[in-house]
């Protein structure tokens, strides 16, 4: 996928990152010099890519698989400060991450980050509500200027009401409080078409195999198509390594020493029926080693997560029965109903990139992140969390625009909404008008809305003439025709039959991007 560079970028239609654009962007890759070369396309990787293309760098992005195939499309689905790291001191952290909740809510991506409500039971008559209520307002307070509404104190009547699912005697009160949740592979996705809208070249399927070296100086990499085995030089001033689990597999195939070191904390979620527990608010639970979330999600509650070491293979985290069960003993402390096995409809697991410390405890290592220039022309940063991504991602590009040549302007991606975010509100209030006008009901204009934002008119117009495209999909209901062929045109779902032969795909022939495929996580 690619866009153009420069002012014209700016009112370009956003670029697509669809098989017809692949051929194009080898070929860019082969001819053109970067000043950044980024490595993956989860979202630290996708935000690197677009910070750097808006201060007018020349900037590839190149991910082996999917874009947000790994960590990023099996997260938590929140934008959140992290009530529990108020608990453990990390004060910095929880303001930076509600300060970026608060950019994503009201100017990034409005269209895709919405506020969520969660019910905080509380067991302790002396000293807990308090206790709860004081984190609870330094929460609200932090993020500055507030998009979502402040902390409310309830009874166990209230709360029962809100949550009807709850056991009476699980309870003596409670506090609803918000937060914010987001389609992660759709964000980051969009993220990546972002920086293409900019100027980047963004390709997936393109597997870095080796780096390319000048001297003592990192110069680029060589990359292979996946689809086809091809390879190619990529030269560039500089390259990020924004890998996450695999940091340090790269940073030993550039043969240089790593200044940090990655560990892969595996965190499982179970997604159960929507109807399986009666309430109106999600909620947050103590548990003996950190919290668990049920978080609502469209038709479904997504119940988790762990947090335990995994040391096999990084492409695969799976689910242990013993995860399943740590999940289901949990949320079944507090439910009227409890939850069995066979009452989950998905379980999907996926590992955050810690810094490794000296806790053996991986619920107890900060989420801080960290750079670090490895060598003369090779950045690397792991760490952190998905809500400040916006952040690791400036941090990065700082580190490595030592090795450009030319003067970089600061980082301005707090005021560059992404794409399908300019017009969206407007669109909600004409949400009607635009299901009347294509023969749809209200509600999926609505869903077509908080997934493309004002791109709407471009899935859209791909069922002119084609009405059994905007029909919904016989396995994934919510979802229609239409955005399979979208998603294999525009948004970089591939497959090798697709890219070679470089056209629009059809429902029935192509496998939908991560940020499309309901089946596979809760997205």
């Known amino acids: 996928m690619t866009g153009q560079r420069g002012r014209d970028a700016r009112a370009a239609a956003p670029a697509r990152l669809g098989p017809v654009t692949r051929t194009e962007t080898w ?19 996708a935000g690197t890519a677009l910070d750097a293309a808006t201060r007018g760098l020349r900037v590839a992005l190149v991910e082996a698989r999917d874009l947000a195939s790994g960590t990023s499309s099996r997260s938590s689905k929140l934008f959140h400060g992290g009530l529990r790291y108020l608990e ?12 970026e909740r608060e950019l994503m809510l009201t100017r990034i991506a409005p269209h895709l980050v919405k506020p969520v409500s969660f019910l905080y039971p509380l067991t302790n008559r002396v000293w807990e509500r308090p206790y709860t209520a004081a984190g609870l307002l330094m929460y609200d307070t932090m993020g500055g200027a507030r998009s979502v509404p402040g ?32 389609d992660d592979a759709r964000h980051t996705m969009t993220l990546a078409r972002t920086a293409a809208h900019y100027g980047a070249v963004v390709r997936n399927s393109t597997q ?15 990359v ?17 390594n924004a890998t996450g689990v695999w ?38 639970l103590r548990t003996e080693k950190s919290v668990l979330f049920v978080i609502p999600w469209r038709n479904h509650w997504i119940v988790g997560t762990t947090d335990t070491d995994w040391n096999l293979d990084l492409a695969h ?41 000296e806790s053996e405890e991986t619920s107890k290592l900060s989420r801080e992140h960290a750079v670090a220039r490895v060598a003369p022309g090779l950045v690397a940063i792991a760490g952190g969390k998905y809500t400040t991504y916006r952040v690791m991602a400036a941090d990065a590009v700082d580190a490595a625009v030592v090795d450009v040549p030319e003067r970089v302007q600061e980082s301005i991606t707090d005021k560059v909404p992404l794409v399908g975010a300019d017009g969206y509100h407007a669109l909600v209030n004409q949400a009607d008008h635009l299901a009347g006008d294509h023969g749809l009901h209200p509600y999926r204009v609505r869903h077509l809305l908080d997934r493309y934002g004002s791109l709407i008119s ?41 890219c070679s032969r470089g056209a629009r795909g059809s429902p029935s022939s192509t496998r939908t991007a991560a940020s499309t495929a309901p089946n596979r996580s809760p997205t």
């Open 88 to 99: 453990q001191l990390e004060f910095g952290l929880v303001r930076e991450a509600l300060r």
């Open 458 to 498: 471009d899935v859209l117009g791909l069922a002119e003439g084609r009405p059994d495209l905007l029909k919904p999909i016989e396995a994934a209901p919510d979802y229609l025709r239409v955005e399979v062929v979208y998603a294999a045109t525009d948004e970089g779902a591939c497959t090798s039959r697709t």
């Open 27 to 45: 070929r860019r890759l082969e001819d053109e010099t970067f000043d950044l070369v980024v490595i993956g396309g989860g979202v630290v990787g």
């Open 247 to 284: 940091t340090d597999e790269l940073q030993s195939l550039s043969g240089s020493r790593g200044r940090f070191r990655v560990r892969s904390s595996k965190g499982v979620h179970i997604v159960v029926p929507r109807d399986r527990i009666v309430a109106e608010s999600g909620m947050i």
């Open 151 to 182: 902390q409310k104190h309830l009874s166990r009547a209230g709360a029962l009401r809100m949550v009807p699912a709850l056991k009476r005697d699980a309870l003596i009160g409670g506090i609803r409080y918000y937060d914010a949740q987001a």
């Open 317 to 357: 985290p799976s689910a242990t029965r013993g995860d399943i069960d740590y999940l289901l003993e949990h949320v079944n402390k507090v439910l009227a109903t409890p939850l069995t096995h066979d009452d989950i409809e998905g379980v999907y697991a996926g590992l955050r990139p810690l810094l490794a410390g």
């Open 208 to 222: 870095v195999v080796g780096f390319l070296r000048e001297a003592d100086r990192v110069s680029g990499v060589r």
């Open 224 to 240: 292979r198509d996946v689809e086809n085995g091809q390879e190619v030089d990529v030269r560039a001033h500089a390259v990020i």
